[in-house]
């Protein structure tokens, strides 16, 4: 199993410009995930889903949106770049039973907005 | 609303000895998870422990063990033994059982080892 997979691994945007952040998993997870990381800081979450069609909006959703068309597939979208977004931003996905409730994190994307 | 935090920003250990990293967190929820994360140079996120409040017993998985203080709010990390590649930034995290899935994060503990 590959886990969970990000590309791209590191992208300069310019102010304005937008981007689609890819986010894949195999293990047939239904909750996925996408949060930031700001230098010196923890992780925060932007958006989740609990499954394909359903998403909800975490601690930091302004100026990112996102879909769920399949279960491995939770693509986080940039419409409109600015300086803020500066960040590392990570995919995770977890199991729907209490077991399996670990967050599986994948590499991370670097961003940097100029 | 629930916080997480790490106050000791940077630790150091020398190889082979014990080091204790620091967590504690505030919430109203009975039932939650609480783990630790490493987060290596390489910015990988690699869950290290998990413990659920539930469970009395302190987790442990090989060097790694916790001390979980429920009613002081307060989930430690215990490296045995450090090596060198236990060196990262290490992130305590919490989780209410019945959430969709936030997981609230410290600021995290840069850890360093001496050879």
């Known amino acids: 199993n590959a886990g969970v997979t990000q590309t791209p691994k590191f992208r300069i945007l310019k102010i304005g410009q937008s981007m689609t952040l890819q986010c894949t998993q195999d293990?047939?997870?239904?909750?996925m995930y996408w949060y930031r990381q700001d230098p010196g800081m923890g992780l925060k979450l932007i958006y989740y889903?609990?499954?394909?069609?359903?998403?909800d909006k975490g601690e930091v959703p302004n100026g990112y949106n996102v879909s769920r068309s399949t279960t491995e597939d939770f693509p986080l979208r940039l419409e409109l770049a600015a300086p803020s977004q500066t960040s590392v931003y990570f995919c995770?996905?977890?199991?729907?039973?209490?077991?399996?409730?670990?967050?599986?994190f994948g590499p991370g994307t670097r961003l940097l907005v100029l | 609303a629930q916080t997480v935090t790490q106050s000791q920003p940077e630790m150091s250990v020398q190889e082979a000895e014990t080091v204790t990293l620091s967590c504690t967190y505030d919430?109203?929820?009975?039932?939650?998870?609480l783990f630790w994360y490493k987060q290596p140079p390489s910015r990988q996120m690699i869950l290290v422990i998990r413990?659920?409040?539930?469970?009395?017993q302190n987790a442990t998985e090989n060097r790694f063990s916790v001390n979980f203080q429920k009613a002081a709010k307060s989930f430690s990390l215990k490296i045995s033994d450090s090596q060198l590649g236990d060196a990262a930034m290490y992130f305590c995290?919490?989780?209410?059982?019945?959430?969709?899935?936030?997981?609230?994060f410290g600021k995290g503990t840069k850890l360093s080892v001496k050879p």
């Open positions: 889903s609990v499954g394909a069609g359903i998403t």
């Open positions: 413990q659920e409040a539930y469970k009395q």
């Open positions: 995770a996905s977890s199991g729907q039973l209490a077991v399996l409730n670990t967050q599986y």
């Open positions: 919430t109203s929820e009975s039932d939650y998870y």
């Open positions: 995290a919490y989780r209410a059982r019945g959430s969709q899935g936030n997981l609230i």
């Open positions: 293990m047939n997870h239904n909750y």
